[in-house]
């Protein structure tokens, strides 16, 4: 499989370490490190084609000698390192929270499996985080009550899939940057990401789906690149004075603003965008919401507009409420009726607590609980107006 042309600062692709990362080295520097271990050129083929053509773990690639193999654990490190995992009791959702060997900060990944009757069948896909914590401060949501700690290297974006996709029969096809953190926040790797699953690990540039709060620059941005990734705004309600009070971003870039980078995408890509929404009782889930988001999203008619409806997962410290299923389903309606397509999630991995930055909130209490210590990335929740 061909590769993607090194990007600048290659050479330093990875955890921050200033070594190479197993999955943010390119192949001419694997091919580099091969013939500096003088080892023969064939080698870093065998070792290429097994990370990314066949997806293996170093550990099992046997065509590789088992000495060599020892050499590169230590020379191509992974850049995080598994400290939780939590499995649903169907075992087709599956979380972990990682620590990144590059300063510790701790972030999340979720795969999520569809298989068919042969288990080896079937596909999966696989949400991956873009930062450690977030600085969008949206009220209903465990990562951004958190804060912000660092954007995440290419490479340790990079890992989260090939990791998942070691612990599947099925074969990853879909990749979501819907984890913690605002992908176009951190656009440089995020899209450097994109190339590489793109470009090495062969997934459809359809298959990738960036979402965002709503970062305008960001998607004008995305909107120039040269691969038609998926587009997803989280919109989560028709009225600024409503969306400002659960989304701060939106007092800087308001939703008028905002559906018009939107639609500039879907111009220029030719591609249905979808636009999600948590349901909030009684904060976005009136009648009067549903019949304004429907007149919003109709404007988009030439390439059509999706509503991914979210049930909220509700989040311990977090005074944000679930709207019921009744409300869902009447709202639902409603978008139907007004012209809009419109869907709503059945959520996975309730049971584990597989919404973003819910482990790493999990895990902290129960750190807290055994010291006595309360970490200092906790912050307390912010009250939504009604």
């Given at each position: 499989m061909s590769s993607t042309p090194e990007p600048p600062g290659a050479a330093r692709l990875g955890s921050g370490t200033g070594s190479l990362d197993r999955y943010g080295a390119t192949r001419g520097q694997i091919d580099a490190l091969i013939a500096a271990m003088g080892e023969p050129p064939y080698r870093a083929h065998q070792l290429w084609d097994g990370l990314w053509s066949r997806r293996a773990r170093l550990a099992d690639l046997t065509d590789v000698p088992a000495a060599l193999r020892d050499q590169l654990e230590t020379a191509l490190p992974e850049a995080l390192v598994e400290r939780a995992r939590s499995i649903a009791d169907d075992e087709l959702t599956v979380k972990w929270?990682?620590?990144?060997?590059?300063?510790?900060?701790?972030?999340?990944?979720?795969?999520?499996?569809?298989?068919?009757?042969?288990?080896?069948?079937?596909?999966?896909?696989?949400?991956?985080?873009?930062?450690?914590?977030?600085?969008?401060?949206?009220?209903?949501?465990?990562?951004?009550?958190?804060?912000?700690?660092?954007?995440?290297?290419?490479?340790?974006?990079?890992?989260?899939?090939?990791?998942?996709?070691?612990?599947?029969?099925?074969?990853?096809?879909?990749?979501?940057?819907?984890?913690?953190?605002?992908?176009?926040?951190?656009?440089?790797?995020?899209?450097?990401?994109?190339?590489?699953?793109?470009?090495?690990?062969?997934?459809?540039?359809?298959?990738?789906?960036?979402?965002?709060?709503?970062?305008?620059?960001?998607?004008?941005?995305?909107?120039?690149?040269?691969?038609?990734?998926?587009?997803?705004?989280?919109?989560?309600?028709?009225?600024?004075?409503?969306?400002?009070?659960?989304?701060?971003?939106?007092?800087?870039?308001?939703?008028?603003?905002?559906?018009?980078?939107?639609?500039?995408?879907?111009?220029?890509?030719?591609?249905?965008?979808?636009?999600?929404?948590?349901?909030?009782?009684?904060?976005?889930?009136?009648?009067?919401?549903?019949?304004?988001?429907?007149?919003?999203?109709?404007?988009?008619?030439?390439?059509?507009?999706?509503?991914?409806?979210?049930?909220?997962?509700?989040t311990a410290g977090l005074v944000a409420r679930a709207s019921s299923g009744d409300t869902i389903e009447r709202f639902a309606s409603q978008l139907i009726a007004g012209g809009v397509n419109a869907t709503i999630r059945r959520n996975r991995g309730v049971s584990i607590d597989a919404a973003c930055g819910q482990l790493r909130w999990r895990e902290r209490d129960g750190a807290e609980a055994e010291t006595g210590v309360a970490s200092p990335s906790r912050r307390p929740s912010v009250r939504m107006a009604p």
């Open positions: 929270l990682w620590e990144c060997v590059s300063g510790g900060a701790q972030v999340e990944t979720v795969l999520m499996r569809y298989p068919e009757r042969d288990a080896s069948r079937g596909r999966a896909t696989v949400c991956v985080s873009s930062q450690a914590g977030c600085a969008m401060a949206c009220t209903f949501c465990a990562t951004g009550q958190a804060g912000f700690e660092r954007h995440l290297s290419t490479s340790e974006i990079v890992e989260q899939v090939l990791r998942a996709s070691h612990e599947t029969p099925q074969r990853v096809s879909n990749v979501v940057f819907m984890g913690m953190g605002e992908p176009l926040a951190n656009y440089d790797a995020v899209w450097a990401s994109v190339e590489r699953l793109h470009g090495d690990l062969g997934l459809s540039a359809r298959h990738l789906t960036i979402s965002t709060v709503g970062v305008v620059p960001g998607i004008r941005r995305l909107a120039a690149e040269r691969l038609p990734v998926t587009l997803a705004v989280s919109i989560h309600a028709p009225f600024d004075e409503i969306r400002s009070t659960i989304v701060p971003l939106n007092r800087r870039y308001p939703i008028a603003e905002l559906l018009d980078a939107a639609r500039e995408f879907a111009a220029a890509k030719g591609r249905r965008i979808t636009f999600e929404y948590t349901m909030l009782e009684g904060v976005n889930d009136t009648d009067e919401c549903a019949r304004a988001l429907a007149a919003l999203l109709r404007r988009f008619s030439s390439t059509g507009a999706h509503v991914n409806l979210i049930p909220y997962n509700q």
